[in-house]
């Protein structure tokens, strides 16, 4: 498949994972170890090439907890528990893809990696014209971030062996039938190869 994907060129790509810490990690014991262990390969090959490295994490603080309406039905019961405190363990990103100084490292609270952090305007910055994205969850974080990198004009590929999702129809369906209209769908080892070209 690498052989009709377009060109990558390091200068202007980003590698983003999307909510790739604690507290969500360990909802997947079962997929979420093999998973890490290719996004290690993943992001080092990334880091070797010179692409810029960014991670989107979901973190709140007190305000915004307050600023979460109880009428918005996914974040409302999110903000009522007091889930994923901006400095408690559960929302920083696993030790195994811990960034480095220099990357990119941004906290949302909602959905999408854009809406609610200065992501774009820190691609936009370092000349960042295609993303290479992978998440938790596929329905989640990867697809509000896709669909909003398609309005920005961002070229976009996804990773989709580093994409879970709690229901796997629902990760198929994006990966296979939605995301392509969007994106290069692309799994780990077709994107190392590519890299490798």
Known sequence: MSDQLPAIDPQTTALIYGDYQVGIVANYPDA?????????????????????????????????????????????????????????????????????????????????????????EQLKARGVKTIIISGIATRGVVLSTVRDAADKDLRIFVIKDLCLDADPQIHEVLTEKVFPAQAWVVTSDELLAHLAN
């Open 32 to 120: 979420a170890p093999e998973m890490i262990r290719k996004a290690t390969v993943v992001l080092e090959r990334a880091r070797a090439l010179g692409l810029s490295v960014g991670f989107i994490r979901v973190g709140f603080n007190e305000e915004d907890y307050a600023a979460v309406p109880e009428e918005n039905k996914a974040f409302g019961p999110m903000a009522a528990a007091r889930r994923f405190p901006a400095d408690a363990p559960e929302s920083q990103i696993v030790p195994e893809l811990a960034p480095l100084p220099g990357e990119i490292v941004v906290r949302k609270v909602r959905y999408g990696g854009f809406s609610t952090t200065d992501l774009y």
